[in-house]
């Protein structure tokens, strides 16, 4: 017996040796900054491929594009569930404001804001032993305001308000020119009192929150506390807020704390650091860059140099640098020629082949073939990949043998994203590999850098009756443009099944798109689903003509000369909007024609 108890305790330590760390079933509480995909699906989606249980609170609770998050709920939800966790990730903005927009509107007191961080400290007390990974952001200060996620006088005075934003910068920095003082006062006289009132009350809300957070962070309330900074452009009230704050963090270690640009990659990245502190690991990390810029690059929405901020979120993930010995990552960091970055919708984002990226390519090539993990963070442009580059991938057939690719709205956004799926890539299945980069070329390239462009072009043309409108409602539509040419994407460029391909407009708008890549073929093709309501219209109105017509034989018939007339009347108004519609289908099948030899001379044909 004995015996057969010493065999079972071997077999049993042999098994947990030859165990990943994926395979340790840890369980992560997280809850995300809104219901966006990069903060909630595509984050939940990496960890739960790497094989981590992620438990996130109930969607009505988070900020969503037409609601406002819960946060009183979101704090009695946590620690209602915190007690099921191994770590906890946590959205500060959510918890204390909302959610990230809700932070940019809100008219909450600063005892209401101060109630809500305590109520965190309270739950880190009663669940002392489960690591607390927060993050929380700097106000952005954008040059203008989208449509629902800034306050409404944004849309009118954006504009002034992030120019006075970056004098105050510069006068702070290095002071004012009479020009600039000039300038500073009309804008003060443009802009109603009460909005920069509104506007820098919250800001200093926000400030005071991110002061006591840092606190936190030195009380040890957090294992680690990430500070982002939002669409951090130079020169701006945001950076400006920033500097502040990193007074405040003299003498907290990197290990607890961070501070660098982006909002959008901090979950992921947490529940990156999380899984490396679960496994003790401090990953190697090797950065590669093309000839051009490189990590002096100053990308825009970051305002500051590119390898700064590599190195910081590296650091935050407890990770380290290194160019003396193998790493376990290589991170290839496309950068531009210049050390400016421009927007990926531009003319210039179309493949012409240099040299540099050939060399980049070819250091990609001999780190994959000597078995070293690559993560692409794509950073030529904002806002979407560079065609050079996937074209590159795309001809020397290697898109799918990278560890993780990403090339998403800012360059911070996509770091953080590269880094953390390049880590967690090692745990995850080939197949759920594979359906992570389907996702990420389908969101990054095909649709951030070409598709989008597109479908705003569409959408204006159906504002104008210049194209056909099938569905009730034209988000509906545009959304099944997208999942059509999203669908081809797949199909043409990466040979995945478009079937598999799920395609959404979560927030009804166009900035962002979700991608959910099946694991079995079981969702229509969009471009059958559209031939069909196309043909539809058509049998509708060829049924309008033929009743006129039945309706003018029958009139003839009665020698009735008024219902012969009317009758006649409605066959030549049936037959007219038949040759509209005739008309207007050739019309939209000659632009859709266009856009497709527009979409193959900004990119390429596939290979047949």
Same mark, same amino acid.
Not at 486 to 496: E, F, H, I, S, W
Not at 580 to 604: C, F, K, P
């Given at each position: 017996?004995?015996?057969?108890? +010493?065999?079972?305790?071997?077999?049993?330590?042999?098994?947990?040796?030859? =165990? %990943?760390?994926?395979?340790?079933? +840890?369980?992560?509480?997280?809850?995300?900054?809104?219901?966006?995909?990069?903060?909630?699906?595509? =984050?939940?989606?990496?960890?739960?491929?790497?094989?981590?249980?992620?438990? #996130?609170?109930?969607?009505?609770?988070?900020?969503?594009?037409?609601?406002?998050?819960?946060?009183?709920?979101?704090?009695?939800?946590?620690?209602?569930?915190?007690?099921?966790?191994?770590?906890?990730?946590?959205?500060?903005?959510?918890?204390?404001?909302?959610?990230?927009?809700?932070?940019?509107?809100?008219?909450?007191?600063?005892?209401?804001?101060?109630?809500?961080?305590?109520?965190?400290?309270?739950?880190?007390?009663?669940?002392?032993?489960?690591?607390?990974?927060?993050?929380?952001?700097?106000?952005?200060?954008?040059?203008?305001?989208?449509?629902?996620?800034?306050?409404?006088?944004?849309?009118?005075?954006?504009?002034?308000?992030?120019?006075?934003?970056?004098?105050?910068?510069?006068?702070?920095?290095?002071?004012?020119? $009479?020009?600039?003082? #000039?300038?500073?006062?009309?804008?003060? *006289?443009?802009?109603?009192?009460? /909005?920069?009132?509104?506007?820098?009350?919250?800001?200093?809300?926000?400030?005071?929150?991110?002061?006591?957070?840092?606190?936190?962070?030195?009380?040890?309330?957090?294992?680690?506390?990430?500070?982002?900074?939002?669409?951090?452009?130079?020169?701006?009230?945001?950076?400006?807020?920033?500097?502040?704050?990193?007074?405040?963090?003299?003498?907290?270690?990197?290990?607890?704390?961070?501070?660098?640009? %982006?909002?959008?990659?901090?979950?992921?990245?947490?529940?990156?650091?999380?899984?490396?502190?679960?496994?003790?690991?401090?990953?190697?990390? =090797?950065?590669?860059?093309?000839?051009?810029?490189?990590?002096?690059?100053?990308?825009?929405?970051?305002?500051?140099?590119?390898?700064?901020?590599?190195?910081?979120?590296?650091?935050?993930?407890?990770?380290?640098?290194?160019?003396?010995?193998?790493?376990?990552?290589?991170? @290839?960091?496309? &950068?531009?020629?210049?050390?400016?970055?421009?927007?990926?919708?531009?003319?210039?984002?179309?493949?012409?082949?240099?040299?540099?990226?050939?060399?980049?390519?070819?250091?990609?090539?001999?780190?994959?073939?000597?078995?070293?993990?690559?993560?692409?963070?794509?950073?030529?442009?904002?806002?979407?990949?560079?065609? &050079?580059?996937?074209?590159?991938?795309?001809?020397?057939?290697?898109?799918?043998?990278?560890?993780?690719?990403?090339?998403?709205? #800012?360059?911070?956004?996509?770091?953080?994203?590269?880094? !953390?799926?390049?880590?967690?890539?090692?745990?995850?299945?080939?197949?759920?590999?594979?359906?992570?980069? =389907?996702?990420?070329?389908?969101?990054?390239?095909? /649709?951030?850098?070409?598709?989008?462009?597109?479908?705003?072009?569409?959408?204006?043309?159906?504002?104008?009756?210049?194209?056909?409108? /099938?569905?009730?409602?034209?988000?509906?539509?545009?959304?099944?443009?997208?999942?059509?040419?999203?669908?081809?994407?797949?199909?043409?460029?990466?040979?995945?099944? $478009?079937?598999?391909?799920?395609? &959404?407009?979560?927030?009804?708008?166009?900035?962002?798109?979700?991608?959910?890549?099946?694991?079995?073929?079981?969702? $229509?093709?969009?471009?059958?689903?559209?031939?069909?309501?196309?043909? @539809?219209?058509?049998?509708?109105?060829?049924?309008?003509?033929?009743?006129?017509?039945?309706?003018? !034989?029958?009139? +003839?018939?009665?020698?009735?000369?008024?219902? &012969?007339?009317?009758?006649?009347?409605?066959?030549?108004?049936?037959?007219?909007?038949? @040759?509209?519609?005739?008309?207007?289908?050739?019309?939209?099948?000659?632009?859709?024609?266009?856009?497709?030899?527009?979409?193959? *001379?900004?990119?390429?044909?596939?290979?047949?």
């Amino acid at each position: 017996m004995k015996l057969l108890h +010493k065999v079972i305790r071997f077999a049993v330590f042999a098994m947990i040796l030859c =165990t %990943g760390p994926a395979a340790l079933a +840890k369980t992560i509480l997280y809850v995300p900054q809104d219901n966006r995909p990069v903060d909630l699906a595509y =984050t939940v989606s990496t960890a739960q491929d790497a094989g981590y249980t992620i438990i #996130t609170p109930p969607q009505k609770y988070l900020s969503g594009s037409n609601f406002k998050g819960s946060p009183e709920q979101l704090l009695q939800w946590v620690d209602a569930h915190a007690g099921e966790a191994d770590a906890m990730v946590l959205s500060v903005d959510s918890l204390v404001y909302g959610g990230l927009v809700d932070s940019r509107k809100h008219n909450m007191d600063m005892a209401t804001l101060v109630r809500r961080i305590n109520e965190i400290e309270k739950i880190k007390n009663n669940h002392s032993h489960i690591p607390i990974y927060a993050f929380s952001t700097v106000m952005r200060s954008p040059w203008a305001g989208g449509q629902g996620v800034e306050p409404d006088y944004y849309l009118t005075y954006g504009n002034d308000i992030y120019e006075l934003s970056a004098l105050q910068s510069k006068m702070d920095e290095e002071g004012l020119n $009479p020009q600039e003082r #000039t300038d500073w006062f009309n804008i003060v *006289q443009r802009v109603p009192m009460e /909005y920069l009132q509104d506007w820098y009350n919250r800001r200093r809300k926000n400030m005071m929150v991110n002061h006591i957070l840092i606190q936190c962070a030195k009380k040890g309330i957090f294992t680690y506390f990430c500070l982002g900074h939002d669409d951090n452009s130079t020169h701006t009230q945001s950076a400006l807020e920033a500097k502040y704050l990193e007074t405040e963090s003299k003498g907290v270690s990197n290990n607890v704390y961070g501070s660098f640009p %982006g909002a959008d990659q901090l979950g992921l990245l947490l529940i990156t650091r999380a899984s490396n502190d679960f496994n003790n690991y401090h990953p190697k990390i =090797t950065v590669i860059y093309p000839l051009g810029g490189g990590a002096r690059t100053v990308p825009s929405y970051d305002g500051q140099e590119i390898g700064k901020t590599i190195k910081a979120h590296i650091e935050a993930v407890g990770g380290v640098i290194t160019d003396k010995e193998r790493p376990d990552l290589l991170l @290839a960091v496309n &950068t531009p020629l210049t050390t400016q970055t421009s927007e990926s919708a531009n003319f210039e984002n179309f493949p012409i082949m240099l040299d540099s990226t050939k060399v980049f390519l070819g250091q990609i090539e001999k780190a994959i073939q000597a078995g070293i993990p690559v993560s692409i963070v794509d950073m030529a442009f904002s806002n979407g990949s560079d065609n &050079t580059l996937v074209y590159g991938l795309y001809m020397d057939k290697i898109m799918y043998s990278l560890a993780a690719y990403n090339g998403w709205n #800012t360059a911070s956004n996509s770091v953080g994203y590269g880094v !953390s799926q390049g880590i967690l890539s090692k745990y995850m299945t080939a197949d759920a590999h594979q359906r992570m980069l =389907t996702t990420q070329y389908l969101d990054n390239w095909a /649709y951030q850098a070409n598709v989008r462009d597109y479908i705003t072009r569409m959408q204006e043309k159906i504002k104008k009756n210049e194209e056909p409108q /099938y569905f009730s409602t034209i988000n509906a539509e545009l959304q099944s443009r997208t999942k059509e040419q999203l669908q081809r994407y797949a199909k043409d460029y990466l040979g995945v099944d $478009p079937r598999t391909i799920q395609v &959404t407009l979560p927030w009804n708008r166009l900035f962002e798109v979700y991608v959910d890549v099946r694991a079995f073929p079981d969702i $229509p093709l969009e471009s059958r689903i559209r031939e069909q309501m196309r043909q @539809a219209e058509n049998d509708r109105i060829k049924a309008q003509e033929d009743a006129a017509k039945a309706a003018l !034989s029958a009139a +003839k018939q009665s020698s009735n000369s008024q219902n &012969t007339v009317t009758a006649q009347a409605a066959v030549q108004q049936s037959a007219e909007a038949d @040759a509209d519609e005739q008309q207007s289908d050739l019309q939209s099948q000659q632009i859709d024609q266009r856009e497709e030899l527009a979409q193959q *001379q900004r990119i390429w044909s596939p290979s047949k």
